[in-house]
């Protein structure tokens, strides 16, 4: 035998509970700018069910409620600050 010395795998990279709540803004974020038409609604919201559905059943039970919009405040700052750059 021969002794084999392995290098540690690095950490594959990966989709956590809050990159998927995340997800579930960015879509009522969008569908609120008016990001879609009409035809891609229904495809866009059935990904928003499905994404809330997977991150409730697998949450802690501590966690924050997901689907969460930021208040239309923290919305409004943000594209004060986008529009500023």
Same mark, same amino acid.
């Given at each position: 035998? !021969?002794?084999?010395?392995?290098?540690p795998?690095?950490?594959?990279p990966?989709? !956590?509970?809050?990159?998927?709540?995340?997800?579930?803004?960015?879509?009522?974020?969008?569908?609120?700018?008016?990001?879609?038409?009409?035809? $891609?609604?229904?495809?866009?919201?059935?990904?928003? !069910?499905?994404l809330?559905?997977?991150v409730?059943?697998?949450?802690?039970?501590? $966690?924050?409620?997901?689907?969460?919009?930021?208040?239309?405040?923290e919305?409004?700052?943000?594209?004060? #600050?986008? $529009?500023? #750059?």
């Amino acid at each position: 035998m !021969t002794d084999v010395n392995e290098a540690p795998a690095p950490d594959a990279p990966g989709i !956590t509970l809050g990159d998927m709540a995340t997800m579930v803004q960015i879509i009522d974020l969008c569908s609120k700018r008016g990001a879609f038409e009409g035809t $891609e609604l229904s495809t866009v919201g059935a990904l928003r !069910t499905n994404l809330v559905n997977f991150v409730e059943a697998n949450k802690p039970a501590e $966690e924050a409620p997901v689907g969460e919009v930021p208040a239309p405040a923290e919305v409004a700052e943000e594209d004060s #600050k986008e $529009e500023s #750059k």
